[in-house]
């Protein structure tokens, strides 16, 4: 696919105002995240701290994402968009005030994280929602491909920034940074035009508002099978497959031995990885069932790899394959979760796709270093790709059946395509020639074959049963097979009496078997043949 289409999304105005606003944005954010690890850390010389603030970040999640599913279907988005940034802005103004004064110390760090997940949970469905009529339904799967992009090259700009800024100036500076990057996302908000936004379905008025609740979402959700096993299956990846920077820290201090180093070195790789995985996802026309089915194949099977790697390198070069699947399969789920489902529900559906994120990272995390502690990350690795590859395989068998076993129309019609019917063809008939000879001339020794002086059956060879021309000695029934010119392989029997046959008696003249002496006789002519 051509270059521009990587990058079709960008075709439309309002998403690229909004595209440019989200990549400050992310460089923000993702500094203000280095940042409070960095004071946390500092503070307490505790990374149990220092992944509480994570924890209470990624919580809120699990409980306020249905609600700001809701909202995202009830009320118009614009206005929640833009209180959201102004209470992430005033956050981060408070961070850098508690960096800058000391003043209510760790708790008021942990207490602004709470706040910030819960403004994150409400507001992801809304904008996840309102982002998609930006773009018509045909560049939909693109942008979302290119938001992830721009998550993974503003995750690696801005902890290379912060790690630059905290080390001269300290945290402060890159919560401030923060705070005014969400200007960006406000003044985008205002320069959208709405005339040239594309709603994918119709406003929620009436009785839509009145059914606009959790119940009826999780309600619509158990009906839509083919979702469920999509989101299913993300679970499953996210949770086993995809909390590597649990197993990467396990590998580096244990059997890679590579340490600190190490461990920057393959999280840098991963985010790599990452940016390739979006770059990918967006040279797709469209991104599918089977996509995902193939990329969490993928990146199951590199995983059982990673386990087995002997070195760094070699698994940095494995880990890099394998964010870029991960980022395929979300973008994935993404897409089809809203290409597949009501537009009025679209907000509550975003909401599980987030919840079921959030999920996988709060079991898989623990349960991946439980099992490196006490099993070890080699065979953790392993078993962990293993369940993830069966999954996958079983969620790709039902899959197919839910969508009419699509899978098995398209491998009929590959086969039955003249580039591989032909191909086939032509190695079952050269088959064919080869085999039939032997049998042929096997049949023939054995008519020819008689007592030998001790009283066994001597059988001739083939060519001196077989004459290649002139008249039959065997039994009288016409002439025996004869060789293609240039071949060097016999004609069948069938096919050298059926020419000298008349047209009328060939198809009739099956060759038949005596059940007494096992001797192959054709039937008679009809009446009026000259041959008979």
């Known amino acids: 696919m051509a270059l521009g289409a990587t990058f079709a999304a960008l075709r439309h105005r309002n998403y690229r105002i909004w595209a440019g606003a989200g990549f400050v944005s992310v460089i923000g954010t993702w ?89 994150s949970a409400i507001e992801g469905p809304v904008s996840g929602r309102w982002s998609s009529t930006l773009v018509d339904r045909e560049s939909l799967g693109n942008a979302l491909a290119l938001g992830s992009l721009t998550n993974s090259a503003g995750r690696i700009l801005g902890m290379s920034l912060g790690a630059v800024v905290v080390a001269a100036v300290g945290p402060a500076l890159l919560f401030a940074s923060n705070a005014a990057s969400f200007v960006a996302v406000v003044v985008a908000l205002f320069a959208v035009r709405e005339g040239e936004r594309h709603p994918g379905g119709p406003a929620a008025t009436g009785p839509d508002r009145a059914d606009g609740g959790i119940r009826a979402g999780f309600r619509y959700l158990l009906g839509q099978p083919v979702v469920l096993v999509a989101l299913g299956l993300s679970f499953v990846l996210g949770s086993l497959g995809r909390n590597y920077q ?12 590579a340490g600190a180093s190490g461990y920057g070195l393959l999280s840098t790789v991963f985010a790599v990885g990452t940016v390739v995985g979006a770059l990918l996802a967006a040279r797709r026309r469209e991104l599918g069932y089977g996509i995902l089915v193939g990329a969490g194949l993928l990146a199951s099977t590199l995983q059982i790899v990673a386990g087995l790697v002997p070195g760094t390198v070699s698994f940095a070069a494995v880990i890099l394959p394998v964010a870029a699947a991960a980022v395929i399969i979300d973008t994935t789920v993404g897409t089809r979760a809203q290409l597949d489902t009501d537009y009025l529900m679209r907000g509550r559906v975003l909401a599980a796709v987030a919840v079921t994120g959030s999920v996988s990272a709060a079991v898989g995390a623990p349960l991946l270093g439980w099992l490196s502690e006490h099993a070890g990350p080699r065979q953790t690795l392993v078993l962990a790709g293993t369940i993830t590859a069966v999954a996958t395989a079983v969620a790709g068998v039902t899959l197919d059946r839910l969508r009419e076993r699509r899978l098995g129309h398209r491998l009929a019609l590959v086969l039955a395509a003249p580039a591989v019917r032909r191909p086939v063809g032509r190695v079952a008939s050269r088959a064919a020639r080869v085999v039939r000879p032997a049998r042929i001339g096997f049949a023939a020794a054995r008519r020819v074959s008689g007592p030998g002086p001790a009283g066994l059956s001597g059988v001739l060879p083939v060519a001196a049963a077989v004459p290649l021309a002139g008249p039959s000695s065997l039994a009288g029934r016409g002439p025996s097979p004869v060789a293609r010119p240039g071949t060097g392989r016999f004609r069948s029997r069938r096919a050298a009496r059926a020419a000298q046959d008349c047209a009328a008696c060939a198809p009739h003249r099956a060759p038949r078997r005596s059940r007494l002496t096992g001797a192959a006789r054709g039937a008679p002519h009809h009446e009026g043949c000259p041959h008979a």
């Open 31 to 119: 500094m203000q995240v280095l940042g409070v690890n960095w004071y946390v850390m500092s503070a307490t010389g505790s990374a149990t701290s220092m992944g509480l603030t994570v924890l209470l970040q990624a919580l809120p999640t699990l409980v306020l994402s249905v609600w700001g599913g809701a909202l995202a279907d009830r009320v118009p988005a614009k206005p929640l968009l833009i209180a959201a940034q102004a209470t992430h802005a005033a956050l981060a103004a408070g961070l850098a005030v508690v960096a800058v004064t000391g003043a209510g110390g760790l708790p008021a760090i942990y207490v602004i994280s709470l706040v910030t997940g819960a403004v």
């Open 246 to 257: 649990v197993t990467m820290a396990a590998m580096s201090e244990g059997p890679l031995r």
